[in-house]
T-cell receptor, first 111, second 115 residues
Framework: EDKVVQSPLSLVVHEGDTVTLNCSYE??????LLWYKQEKKAPTFLFML????IEKKSGRLSSILDKKELFSILNITATQTGDSAVYLC???????????FGKGTKLTVNP | EPEVTQTPSHQVTQMGQEVILRCVPI?????FYWYRQILGQKVEFLVS????????KSEIFDDQFSVERPDGSNFTLKIRSTKLEDSAMYFC?????????????FGPGTRLLVL
């Protein structure tokens, strides 16, 4: 069965801390891995990763994929209260249009 | 910036009633999707739609579900006879193509509560 597993399930930090969120996957015919940020409602797109070892960066957020070990990490440096959200990881597969999601990591950043 | 929109934001219905959830995908996108998220659980794929027909569906998408693109802008999910277990957040998404490397963009969701 295809699956995506995220850890930790929840995390509480203080503003200014750096956090690392983990996502491992076991999907057949893997093609890409996506990170989304889910605040109150819609998951909003952060990154798509298709190649191993190439870091993608957007401001204080960065992510990298390891296709040999089948995992990805999402780093957030100098966290702010506005980073509080559920971070979702999802995998795509060749020959399928669906996203396979993990359960998410709930990040709480306290002032 | 273009975005996916969904209506209504909340829907409360009685068990056995029909509901229609509406979505307006991003205008130049060709692939449309419905996902659901039961409270406290994962986001789950329901169905994808391209060129006026279903291109892929999950085991969840049984005969009580149907999708339609009634005009050039709307994309709907109909649940014919709702059950208590259909209570969930329903997300619509769209993408420019159906390729696995194409990003899917999500709407804000409709929270459905079946009583």
């Amino acid at each position: 069965e295809d699956k995506v597993v995220q850890s930790p399930l929840s995390l509480v930090v203080h503003e200014g801390d750096t956090v690392t969120l983990n996502c491992s996957y076991e999907v057949t015919n893997f093609r890409s891995l996506l990170w989304y940020k889910q605040e109150k409602k819609a998951p909003t797109f952060l990154f798509m990763l298709t190649s191993s070892g190439i870091e993608k960066k957007s401001g204080r957020l960065s992510s990298i994929l390891d296709k040999k070990e089948l995992f990805s990490i999402l780093n957030i440096t100098a966290t702010q209260t506005g980073d509080s959200a559920v971070y979702l990881c999802a995998a795509t597969q060749g020959g399928s249009e669906k996203l396979v999601f993990g359960k998410g990591t709930k990040l709480t950043v306290n002032p | 910036e273009p975005e996916v929109t969904q209506t209504p934001s909340h829907q409360v219905t009685q068990m056995g009633q029909e509901v229609i959830l509406r979505c307006v995908p991003i205008s130049n996108h060709l692939y449309f999707y419905w996902y659901r998220q039961i409270l406290g659980q994962k986001v789950e794929f329901l169905v994808s739609f391209y060129n006026n027909e279903i291109s892929e569906k999950s085991e969840i998408f049984d005969d009580q579900f149907s999708v339609e693109r009634p005009d050039g802008s709307n994309f709907t999910l109909k649940i014919r006879s709702t059950k208590l277990e259909d209570s969930a957040m329903y997300f619509c998404a769209s993408s420019a193509s159906g390729r696995a490397e194409e990003t899917q963009y999500f709407g804000p969701g409709t929270r459905l509560l079946v009583l």
